[in-house]
């Protein structure tokens, strides 16, 4: 994708995402998972909620792919956000919920269900202020 | 711990006021509760001001409570600002009960305010917004769209249609247009709620919480206190819980984990010695109406999935044997968000001293109160209170 002279790509928050720098290297989300107890949570935390041990998490990458738990086409958008356009949980194999964007589909016309599979994208979630482009993640169906 | 009693209420009307600023908002709730106790304003020893998104909305951050009451007379005396989602104002509540029942003083007001109605509405929409965790807003989370996939899920597990989602916007359309109070006063009918634009399917806009300016007041007292004063029938405050949501592994409609509501109202129960048979009337957080449903299990009124059949059979109408939100609720009565949970006060507090006119429930003697607001990153709210009032 060309980018616009002056134009900057800016994580839409900080920690969430490792995007692809070397050549075969494909992107991912940044989790976190508990040494002691094994869950994993995103984003990342210092202290794993469920049995709460200390100095015990480490980060890892979290699966590219998984599947749709719930979606809602939504018809009033908040501001920076153009609607219609549709918002998801997503399951990982991981036992993680994740929210986010689904994008690769026609909102008012897709044929997603709960339980579509579905996978990473990372791309311009909205503009800031300025033209720049925030970056975070969303997820598209799976070509069947 | 002691005793404390609800004295006294008062609300400004829940609507648009293009005219009033938070000062003059409070002020009518304030003064109509100390009229209500019949208690004089130089006795009231604390005080706490429930506001969620003044500081972005005014610009005046860190002390609206001191710059809220200050031109309503008070000073000199400590006051908390307290910020907590929707459930800012039964946090307030609970600060000024705590505060009684220690000990500590004997007269106190809990306050909440919102002010929301501007000229610039995407101003009011960016600050509601960001009341859900960042990562989500960040990230394009609609809050309206949040609830809509609680509900697909109840409806995943539990069956019914959006016609029964609907009946809920049916039912306290028609509690809203019996209360004074209330922003929208018009009952609805089925086809007018579905007919109503979509927002986030299953969701339409009357099934929505409105964006509204209001205030309302509460003021306490400890019960050995009361006689001081000439007052009606006091209502006492029986059980009081505040809880925070979870980092949970599972949702609550997917499996038969406990969730955050039902975690809270137990806590309230517990402090009370009652159980969910005992409450005869409830104010439930319906910031989505169909919302209700869940809730109205979660509290423990009805069986898991028999929410719907309980709203069929009338059996959540004023008339019927557990009345839900007389007062309209939030999409009738509008949601000035630092303001509800004090007006689910009021409302039973009404209730159950027989005041509440057209929407009276018969023989109410107990009556609960619930909030549920903001929303973490894993889809629970993330503030939660429950109040139980007893005649």
Redesign the interface.
Known sequence: MAEEIGKKRIPVLPGLIHEAVGPGERPYLIGGKCKTCGKICFPKAYVCSVCMTADSMEEVPLSTRGFIDTFTVIHVAPLGFKAPYVQAFINLPEGVRIFSLITGCDPLHNDLEDGSEVELVIEKIREDEKGNDLIGYKFRPVEK | MREVVVLGVGMHPFGRHPDKGLADLAHVACWKALKDANVPAKDVQVAYLANSIGGLITGQEGIRAQTVLGPNGFGGIPMVNVENACASASTAFRGVWLEIASGLYDVGLAIGVEKMHLDDR?RT??AL?SISQ?????????F??EA??RC??YM?RYGGTKEDLALVAVKNSYNGSLNPYAFHRKPYTLEEVLNS??????LHLFMTSSIADGAAAAILCARDAVKRYETKRPVIVAGCALMSG????A?PL?TDVESTITLTAKEAYRQAGMEPKDIDVAEVHDAMSPIELVSTEDLGFCGKGEAIRYLKEGRTKITGDIPINTSGGLCSRGHPVGATGIAQIAEIVWQLRGEAGDRQVKDALVGMCEDSGGVL???DNAAFTNVILKR
């Open positions: 995407s929409i960016s917004i960042i990562e989500l807003s960040k990230l394009g989370m609609q309206a769209g809509a996939m697909k899920r995943r634009p979509l927002i986030a399917d299953p979870r980092f949970r592994e949702d997917d990153v894993n889809g």
